[in-house]
């Protein structure tokens, strides 16, 4: 079956540290692959974007990248603050590029 | 940069009463909306894409007749969750992408809380 695994539900970092989430997908081939942050209660925005034929995205204090063999992902964030804390959800663009397919998320907190 | 609105943010009402959820494109044309539910702690669920002017399609478990969609111009769609009961309950999200955009560019609404008594 299809699935898309964000492997932990929830991580807690110090302040300053780099925080790294994990997103693994079975049985996709996804052409892209997206990052959001969810704070609560709000919709999420859009970080960041990497094409299958990429190995890494940078973005300011973000990087992702995109392993397609390993069909896994990881987002960094570093020098980490407390403002980053908030839920990561990671998400694929379906191979008939018809729709998004969400992770369930991983909850960041990063503690001062 | 292209923002989506959703009203009301929140909404609370009776079991077997009708909610109707605007999402509207407050600065771009939006060819293509996209409708999503999301429970507590849980992923965003796709329940369907609707095209302007046209039917919407569902995905695989959803009611049509329950949550009936219109797209009726490029800047508003609209969800109707028909009579109502506690299961509905959930956080209902739209999102949209504009005429030069495809899939990946999907703009979201800040989501619409719905509590059914």
């Known amino acids: 079956s299809q699935k898309i695994e964000q492997n932990s539900e929830a991580l807690n970092i110090q302040e300053g540290k780099t925080a790294t989430l994990t997103c693994n997908y079975t049985?996709?081939?996804?052409?892209?692959l997206q990052w959001y942050r969810q704070d609560p209660g709000r919709g999420p925005v859009f970080l960041l974007l990497?094409?299958?034929?990429?190995k890494e995205k940078r973005k300011e204090r973000l990087k992702v990248t995109f392993d397609t063999t390993l069909k896994q992902s990881l987002f960094h964030i570093t020098a980490s603050q407390p403002a980053d804390s908030a839920t990561y959800l990671c998400?694929?663009?379906?191979?008939?590029?018809?729709?998004?397919?969400f992770g369930s998320g991983t909850r960041l907190s990063i503690r001062p | 940069g292209a923002v989506v609105s959703q009203h009301p943010s929140r909404v609370i009402c009776k079991s077997g009463t009708s909610v109707k959820i605007e999402c509207r494109s407050l600065?771009?044309?939006?060819?293509?909306m996209f409708w999503y539910r999301q429970f507590p702690k849980q992923s965003l669920m796709l329940m369907a894409t609707?095209?302007?002017?046209?039917?919407?399609?569902?995905e695989q478990g959803v009611e049509k007749d329950k949550f009936l969609i219109n797209h009726a111009s490029l800047t508003l769609s609209t969800l109707t969750v028909t009579s109502a009961h506690p299961e509905d309950s959930s956080f209902y999200i739209c999102?949209?992408?504009?005429?030069?955009?495809?899939?990946?560019?999907?703009?979201f609404g800040p989501g619409t809380r719905l509590t059914v008594l």
């Open positions: 609707s095209n302007e002017g046209s039917k919407a399609t569902y």
């Open positions: 600065d771009f044309q939006a060819t293509t």
């Open positions: 049985n996709y081939s996804p052409a892209y």
């Open positions: 998400a694929l663009v379906d191979s008939s590029a018809s729709k998004i397919i």
């Open positions: 999102s949209a992408t504009g005429l030069a955009g495809g899939i990946n560019e999907q703009f």
């Open positions: 990497i094409r299958e034929n990429e």
